[in-house]
């Protein structure tokens, strides 16, 4: 998996922490109408940021570097994991003695990756909190399946029967997608092309 992908499921559950806002994400009365219009909005914004995202990462990550890394860590832990397999002691001790090393190693991989977030984040908060509210609604797609896979009420991303009922001024019908949600979805779907294409991926094949 992208480490771009993890990082928004993160920033998605940043936006999601109680207190930071008095409710759901959207409005009532949004200044774009309908959830075709919505989800191809939020779609394009999606990919703007993914961009936006790629192109900070490639001015700021030495992606010779960052490859290198990868490459000696994989082998490494490919080699660990074949030595554990063969109960092959000899070479486990060996390898061991480059753990530290390759923990180092591991550290700067995630410096690398984590530095363009340091920048990208700050407008992608502003962005949901001050831009994408007014203009879309709580929902813009519709789900044909639950979309809730993590327990509790914390992260959901599709509305529920229970929600319909307490809340029908946010969700109209049961597995209605909450608009960030739409826009996670959106993110991840279209990183890797973006990935590709600005030539940040980390696929090393």
Request: with cysteine; net charge positive.
């Amino acid at each position: 998996m992208e480490h771009n992908i993890i990082f928004e499921f993160l920033n998605s559950i940043l936006l999601q922490i109680p207190g930071l806002t008095k409710g759901p994400l959207g409005s009532a009365n949004p200044m774009v109408k309908g959830m075709i219009p919505s989800a191809i909005g939020i779609t394009f914004i999606a990919i703007g940021l993914n961009l936006f995202n790629s192109l900070i990462k490639r001015k700021m990550v030495d992606h010779d570097k960052l490859r290198r890394l990868l490459r000696e860590t994989r082998a490494w832990q490919k080699e660990r994991m074949a030595a554990f397999r063969s109960k092959d002691q000899e070479k486990i001790d060996e390898l061991s003695k480059k753990s530290a090393y390759m923990n180092k190693m591991n550290m700067e991989v995630m410096q690398m990756n984590m530095r363009p977030m340091m920048i990208t984040f700050l407008p992608l908060i502003l962005i949901f909190y001050f831009v994408l509210p007014p203009l879309f609604s709580y929902t813009v797609a519709i789900s044909p399946i639950p979309l809730n896979f993590v327990p509790g009420d914390f992260f959901q991303l599709t509305c529920t029967a229970a929600k319909v009922i307490s809340t029908p001024q946010i969700c109209k019908h049961v597995n209605d997608l909450y608009f960030w949600a739409w826009y996670f979805l959106s993110s991840a779907s279209f990183s890797g092309i973006i990935m590709r294409l600005t030539k940040t991926t980390m696929d090393l094949s």
